[in-house]
C-alpha cells in the first residue's frame, strides 16, 4: 500500500502494519496522516488491553548502551506488575551491596554477574 510522506515520516515501523489494515478497512488507495492519528487514539484509548505486562532488557539493543543493566538477551520472561516493584529492589540492593565509588550499575552487573537476578 502507498503512503504520503507526512504519514510514513510520523509512524514507527512496528506499528505500520496496523495503521495499514485502518486505511484498507476504510477502503483507502493509500495510508495518511489521518489513519495514523486514527490508530494512535486506538491505542492510547485501549491501551491497558494491548499492553500486557513488563519487560526487563537492555537499554538500545546489545551494542547500544556501553553501561547497559543485563546482556543482549534481557531477563528471561515477561513480567507483570506486581513484579515490577521486586525487581527493581533486588537490582537497587545489587547496586548498594557492589558499587564502588561513581562505577555504573552495568559495569558492576559486568563485575558480579547477573545470577542474582535470574
Excluded at 486514527?38 to 491501551?47: E, G, I, P, V
Excluded at 525487581?87 to 562505577?103: P, T
Excluded at 563485575?111 to 537476578?117: A, E, Q, V, Y
Aim: glycine residues 10%.
Amino acid at each position: 500500500m502507498r503512503w504520503t510522506k507526512e504519514a510514513l515520516a510520523r509512524t514507527p515501523f512496528f506499528v505500520r502494519k496496523r495503521v495499514e489494515e485502518e486505511a484498507a478497512n476504510r477502503k483507502a488507495g493509500e495510508v495518511t496522516l489521518e489513519h495514523v492519528c486514527t490508530c494512535q487514539k486506538m491505542f492510547l484509548n485501549r491501551m491497558e488491553d494491548e499492553v500486557k505486562g513488563f519487560q526487563v532488557e537492555t537499554c538500545f539493543g546489545s551494542t547500544g548502551c556501553t553501561s547497559r543493566g543485563v546482556n543482549s538477551d534481557g531477563l528471561p520472561g515477561i513480567h507483570g506488575l506486581e513484579e515490577v516493584p521486586s525487581i527493581v529492589e533486588q537490582f537497587l540492593n545489587h547496586y548498594k551491596n557492589h558499587c564502588k565509588k561513581g562505577e555504573r550499575f552495568g559495569i558492576i552487573l559486568e563485575r558480579t554477574g547477573i545470577k542474582d537476578f535470574i
